[in-house]
């Protein structure tokens, strides 16, 4: 099942300019949803999106360590409650959760997953999600 799939991007102003594409993932049964790669320049878009979804977010899901994502999530979790950030290991950077390769990041109540992938190359600790439900990586 498709479910929700938002694709937003960080263009030239306003915004942060960064070229970041950062995804809404949501589950229509449970209306959980989880954001990858949000910008902090964007956290206002991108929580208005959420919100006219009807969808309450769970994970912010970062696939690697640049500031504005980092930061990003940082804004996020200021503004929700209960909202748990994840990002590589390797990585070094500060979250809730810390994934290595091959680690199952499960949401919406166990329904859907998203499997963690290293790939390494543009920063350290970079990391792919792949939904087996939708046939994409992130």
């Known amino acids: 099942e498709l479910g929700v799939l938002v694709q937003l991007f960080d263009g030239l102003a306003p915004g942060g300019g960064s070229s970041t594409y950062t995804y809404i993932l949501g589950d ?7 954001i990858i790669d949000p910008v902090l320049e964007q956290v206002d878009r991108d929580l208005k999106a ?20 980092i ?31 091959g680690e199952a990041v499960r949401w919406a109540g166990g329904r859907r997953t998203l499997a963690a992938l290293a790939t390494p190359g543009h920063t350290p600790g970079c990391m792919s999600f792949f939904d087996d439900s939708i046939g994409c990586v992130f």
């Open 28 to 34: 229509t049964a449970s209306k959980e949803c989880i």
């Open 50 to 69: 959420i919100d006219a979804l009807g969808l309450t977010p769970t994970l912010a899901v970062n696939t690697h360590c640049h500031a504005d994502h």
């Open 71 to 101: 930061t990003g999530t940082g804004a996020m979790k200021r503004r929700l409650a209960g909202l748990s950030s994840l990002i590589s290991k390797a990585s070094g950077a500060k979250a809730d959760r810390h994934l290595k390769p």
